[in-house]
């Protein structure tokens, strides 16, 4: 090891931020600005583990411009691809035959989408990309910041890059090339929902004393091309009920964007109690619903993907800054889940902390706590959209019912002002044995509506090098057989929605657990559901991945 940190190179700046999403890219664009303005320069640049920026970028999307509009008020003028206002907005409840509309005026306020755009947010994200490079910010895609890197203080001094060119058995391949060293005043960690070196930092730092548990959903994304009278650009439609039973949270999305584009997509809460349940077959009957099937007949498939997303919200936000370095955006948890967004939030958490580590380097100050970046999340707006959200989440824990009608009273009626504050628990301490649940038997893929695994994962683009180590990793390799598989059926065959678990030898009497890493899209679920937290997802080489389009 102290061989291999020997042959590290090492590159100074001031600020260095771990991911090119909306948080990471905003810091460095407001720093920039800041700079311009005060006469100074500071060198920053931005580390993306996908091929390139938006590669790895996935959401559903419909986007408040409220922070955008802060950051680059010009941004219409600029041509930022915000191509698709929302004209028209429709709930509906599913039953496993019907639809059932419920009035726009019966909704709470957060679900009302005048003034905000359906956009692809991997584009938005390179469009935004291109605006920091003109700022001179210097951006290196392919690059995944694997190891955080400490002081003689133990306060975060940056980070170091993967290794590239090492096999699977851990020798070093003809092209090895060692990890760089990236040093700053200040690291900002953007690197998205459940990021593995926010999980180190973490635990290190202590930062979730005192906040709820993170919980989860998965989000489940494809991208159509629809038959033109099947289109009504600017529709955003969302539902609750069927597929989910009614004690586990769920819904889904259609989004209608230009050029005859729909996105579909389910969210599966992770707290889900079933280990029978897969969000991914979940997903792929909820489309063949007479409501849904009609939009998607006779369109084209054209992308796949999946993402972890926090759904914890306020009372999970974990401390937000230490010694050197701070958290933002989604590696934070400011998703507001009855809002079904997170982006404009974790922009405005970027210009926060950007404006925080620039008054601190403008005091001569470096790797200390920026305290001020805590103070100025409490003052913000930010703040106070997830504070009244607060319950939204935590209240689908008691069932659907319960859910719905308490989210009503809470944000229609008190406007998120109750006095009390529910609270959440870990996602992986919900699933139940397989003794005691019933098993779920899904329809055969029709390949036409619904679709399989590997078909899928195809359309998501995703590759790695196969010969190189995994990067999902096991704590214990008894785990999936003497607990997993004995206790809960092998759930993760069932909750990857890339098919990367495999239990193969049942029929031999030899089971035994087959991690195929090279399908893994990366979208975290893994690391959050496994009962026992015996799967730690760490980053692979630079590069791999999904390669997301118009995602």
């Given at each position: 090891?102290?061989?291999?940190?020997?042959?590290?190179?090492?590159?100074?700046?001031?600020?260095?931020?771990?991911?090119?999403?909306?948080?990471?890219?905003?810091?460095?664009?407001?720093?920039?600005?800041?700079?311009?303005?005060?006469?100074?320069?500071?060198?920053?640049?931005?580390?993306?583990?996908?091929?390139?920026?938006?590669?790895?970028?996935?959401?559903?999307?419909?986007?408040?411009?409220?922070?955008?509009?802060?950051?680059?008020?010009?941004?219409?003028?600029?041509?930022?691809?915000?191509?698709?206002?929302?004209?028209?907005?429709?709930?509906?409840?599913?039953?496993?035959?019907?639809?059932?509309?419920?009035?726009?005026?019966?909704?709470?306020?957060?679900?009302?989408?005048?003034?905000?755009?359906?956009?692809?947010?991997?584009?938005?994200?390179?469009?935004?990309?291109?605006?920091?490079?003109?700022?001179?910010?210097?951006?290196?895609?392919?690059?995944?910041?694997?190891?955080?890197?400490?002081?003689?203080?133990?306060?975060?001094?940056?980070?170091?890059?993967?290794?590239?060119?090492?096999?699977?058995?851990?020798?070093?391949?003809p092209e090895f090339q060692p990890g760089?060293?990236?040093?700053?005043?200040?690291?900002?960690?953007?690197?998205?929902?459940?990021?593995?070196?926010?999980?180190?930092?973490?635990?290190?730092?202590?930062?979730?004393?005192?906040?709820?548990?993170?919980?989860?959903?998965?989000?489940?994304?494809?991208?159509?091309?629809?038959?033109?009278?099947?289109?009504?650009?600017?529709?955003?439609?969302?539902?609750?009920?069927?597929?989910?039973?009614?004690?586990?949270?769920?819904?889904?999305?259609?989004?209608?964007?230009?050029?005859?584009?729909?996105?579909?997509?389910?969210?599966?809460?992770?707290?889900?109690?079933?280990?029978?349940?897969?969000?991914?077959?979940?997903?792929?009957?909820?489309?063949?619903?007479?409501?849904?099937?009609?939009?998607?007949?006779?369109?084209?498939?054209?992308?796949?993907?999946?993402?972890?997303?926090?759904?914890?919200?306020?009372?999970?936000?974990?401390?937000?800054?230490?010694?050197?370095?701070?958290?933002?955006?989604?590696?934070?948890?400011?998703?507001?889940?009855?809002?079904?967004?997170?982006?404009?939030?974790?922009?405005?958490?970027?210009?926060?902390?950007?404006?925080?580590?620039?008054?601190?380097?403008?005091?001569?100050?470096?790797?200390?706590?920026?305290?001020?970046?805590?103070?100025?999340?409490?003052?913000?707006?930010?703040?106070?959209?997830?504070?009244?959200?607060?319950?939204?989440?935590?209240?689908?824990?008691?069932?659907?019912?319960?859910?719905?009608?308490?989210?009503?009273?809470?944000?229609?009626?008190?406007?998120?002002?109750?006095?009390?504050?529910?609270?959440?628990?870990?996602?992986?301490?919900?699933?139940?044995?397989?003794?005691?649940?019933?098993?779920?038997?899904?329809?055969?893929?029709?390949?036409?509506?619904?679709?399989?695994?590997?078909?899928?994962?195809?359309?998501?683009?995703?590759?790695?090098?196969?010969?190189?180590?995994?990067?999902?990793?096991?704590?214990?390799?008894?785990?999936?057989?003497?607990?997993?598989?004995?206790?809960?059926?092998?759930p993760e065959e069932r909750y990857c929605?890339?098919?990367?678990?495999?239990?193969?030898?049942?029929?031999?009497?030899?089971?035994?657990?087959?991690?195929?890493?090279?399908?893994?899209?990366?979208?975290?679920?893994?690391?959050?559901?496994?009962?026992?937290?015996?799967?730690?997802?760490?980053?692979?080489?630079?590069?791999?991945?999904?390669?997301?389009?118009?995602?």
């Amino acid at each position: 090891m102290a061989e291999e940190a020997r042959e590290r190179d090492s590159m100074e700046f001031d600020v260095v931020i771990v991911g090119a999403g909306p948080s990471g890219l905003s810091a460095a664009i407001r720093l920039k600005q800041l700079c311009a303005a005060h006469g100074v320069d500071l060198g920053v640049c931005i580390l993306e583990k996908g091929s390139e920026v938006g590669a790895h970028i996935l959401s559903g999307a419909v986007l408040d411009p409220r922070a955008l509009d802060e950051l680059l008020p010009d941004w219409k003028d600029r041509g930022a691809p915000l191509n698709t206002p929302v004209t028209a907005e429709r709930f509906l409840f599913l039953t496993e035959g019907s639809a059932f509309r419920i009035p726009n005026f019966l909704l709470p306020p957060q679900l009302d989408n005048h003034g905000n755009y359906i956009v692809s947010l991997g584009n938005l994200c390179r469009w935004l990309a291109g605006r920091a490079e003109e700022l001179g910010v210097e951006i290196f895609p392919g690059f995944a910041a694997a190891e955080v890197v400490y002081d003689d203080r133990g306060g975060v001094k940056g980070v170091a890059t993967g290794d590239m060119g090492v096999a699977r058995d851990g020798a070093r391949k003809p092209e090895f090339q060692p990890g760089m060293e990236l040093h700053a005043r200040y690291t900002l960690f953007a690197e998205g929902c459940r990021g593995s070196l926010t999980k180190v930092l973490s635990e290190r730092f202590r930062l979730r004393e005192g906040a709820d548990p993170q919980t989860y959903g998965i989000g489940i994304k494809e991208l159509w091309e629809v038959e033109p009278d099947r289109h009504e650009r600017g529709l955003v439609v969302h539902s609750a009920g069927w597929p989910m039973d009614s004690r586990t949270y769920g819904g889904s999305f259609l989004y209608h964007l230009e050029d005859n584009m729909v996105s579909v997509g389910f969210v599966v809460g992770l707290d889900y109690e079933n280990p029978y349940l897969s969000p991914f077959e979940e997903f792929q009957r909820f489309k063949t619903h007479p409501a849904i099937r009609p939009v998607l007949e006779g369109g084209r498939r054209i992308a796949y993907g999946a993402r972890a997303i926090n759904e914890g919200g306020f009372q999970s936000v974990p401390d937000l800054a230490f010694p050197g370095g701070a958290l933002l955006g989604c590696a934070a948890g400011f998703v507001n889940v009855p809002r079904i967004k997170g982006s404009h939030t974790a922009m405005k958490s970027g210009a926060m902390a950007a404006e925080s580590v620039f008054e601190a380097i403008q005091e001569g100050r470096g790797g200390d706590t920026l305290e001020a970046y805590p103070r100025r999340y409490r003052e913000s707006w930010v703040h106070d959209e997830l504070c009244r959200a607060r319950n939204f989440r935590p209240a689908f824990r008691r069932g659907l019912l319960f859910g719905m009608l308490y989210g009503g009273l809470d944000l229609k009626i008190l406007r998120g002002r109750a006095p009390w504050t529910f609270r959440h628990l870990p996602d992986h301490t919900r699933l139940g044995k397989a003794a005691d649940c019933p098993r779920i038997e899904y329809p055969k893929p029709d390949g036409k509506i619904a679709f399989d695994r590997l078909s899928s994962v195809f359309l998501s683009n995703t590759n790695h090098e196969e010969d190189q180590p995994a990067h999902l990793t096991l704590k214990d390799e008894r785990v999936p057989i003497e607990v997993n598989l004995a206790e809960y059926d092998a759930p993760e065959e069932r909750y990857c929605p890339a098919g990367v678990y495999e239990i193969v030898g049942r029929d031999e009497g030899a089971p035994r657990l087959q991690i195929n890493a090279q399908n893994c899209v990366h979208c975290k679920t893994c690391d959050i559901k496994d009962p026992s937290q015996n799967i730690d997802w760490v980053t692979p080489e630079g590069g791999g991945g999904p390669n997301y389009p118009n995602m």
